[in-house]
């Protein structure tokens, strides 16, 4: 595999985990086992997911970085990384969260951001 893949894979599955560590906890109330959860409880819960994502966003970074050999600038790997964030995010709440919809506005500011990935790789 290459760096570059490499990096967008570790990047995406910090992604998965950060997604769930952030939202989650939203969806984790309907299932019972956290419905009376205390905040604190919750937020220990959601920094054992963030552990997670952590122990993927380092590497991804540090492998992918052109300082350390890596493919991409600090500039592209932010950006990058907010697409994916954002692409795990749509799929998440998609899936998990019947009550939202994805509207033409959320399509619209999404294609503002894969503009952007052309646009910060542009030489």
Do not use: D
């Not at 122990?55 to 994916?84: C, T």
């Not at 692409?87 to 998609?94: C, G, L, R």
């Amino acid at each position: 595999m290459t760096k570059g893949f490499f990096t967008i894979l570790l990047l995406l599955i910090s992604n998965v985990f950060m997604t769930f560590a952030w939202y989650g906890h939203l969806k984790f109330q309907e299932w019972g086992w956290m419905k009376k959860s205390v905040l604190w409880s919750v937020i220990l819960i959601s920094w054992g997911f963030a552990l997670f994502e952590y122990i993927f966003q380092v590497p991804a970074n540090r492998i992918g970085f052109k300082e350390n050999g890596g493919p991409f600038s600090l500039f592209q790997l932010k950006i990058i990384q907010e697409v994916i964030t954002l692409t795990v995010f749509t799929v998440f709440a998609i899936l998990f969260f019947k009550t939202e919809s994805f509207k033409w506005n959320h399509l619209a500011a999404f294609v503002c951001l894969i503009l952007a990935v052309y646009f910060v790789f542009r030489k």
